[in-house]
């Protein structure tokens, strides 16, 4: 398993405060379908083979807490595709700005829309994707260790049923309701044909 990666500042930020509050309402309703809402990464994609699994990253970007009433959780998005011909899961990520890294979708409970933990990972099929964006799959930041703000960069490693890692480096974005267009969430799955080719979703 990877060491927890470094977070990456571009601009210094205030020391972090005692943060105990729980998780608010404008992450509880943290894919759908498209990755409209998604922002690209430095790089754009990048790509890590094996075990017959190559798995594409594209997209990714990390919710900022500045001026967000809860500032002690935050979420990673990110489309996740596997153009091998065998299915690999999304089992786990790290990084050291945040105490816990753990794998969240929606679902319904009690006919209402609450969030949870998969404990069994994200399958992403031979051949498909799967987008983590506001609403339903996202790698959940607990416990964090200092505030996030607009123009940051978060080292994030994310974990694979296979055994393998994979190193990313996660631009901080600012994330509104507006923006979010907060939703039930969808398969949170596409195919290669209704996406770029390169993996790299804008």
């Known amino acids: 398993m990877s060491t927890p990666t470094r977070i990456r500042r571009a601009r210094r930020l205030v020391p972090a405060a005692a943060l105990a509050l729980a998780l608010g309402a404008g992450l509880a309703a943290c894919g759908g379908e498209d990755a409209e809402s998604a922002q690209e990464t430095r790089d754009d994609s990048s790509t ?8 594409t990253i594209g997209d990714a970007w990390v919710r900022a807490t500045a001026g967000a009433e809860d500032t002690s959780m935050s979420a990673a998005f990110m489309t996740i595709d596997n153009r091998g011909d065998e299915d690999v899961s999304l089992t786990g990520a790290s990084t050291d ?53 607009p123009g940051d960069e978060v080292d994030l490693t994310l974990e694979f049923s296979d055994g393998s890692t994979q190193d990313l480096t996660v631009p ?28 790299a979703h804008s």
């Open 172 to 199: 901080v974005k600012e994330f509104t309701e507006e923006e979010g267009h907060y939703h039930a969430p969808g398969t949170g799955e596409h195919g290669h044909d209704e996406d770029s080719e390169d993996g």
């Open 48 to 55: 890590v083979a094996a075990s017959g699994a190559e798995i």
């Open 97 to 149: 700005v945040a105490g816990t890294a753990e794998l969240h979708e929606m679902s319904m409970v009690d006919g209402a829309m609450a969030m949870q933990a998969m404990t069994d990972g994200l399958v992403v099929e031979a051949g498909r994707g799967k987008v983590l964006e506001p609403g339903g799959y996202h790698v959940m930041l607990m416990d964090l260790r200092e505030d996030l703000a």
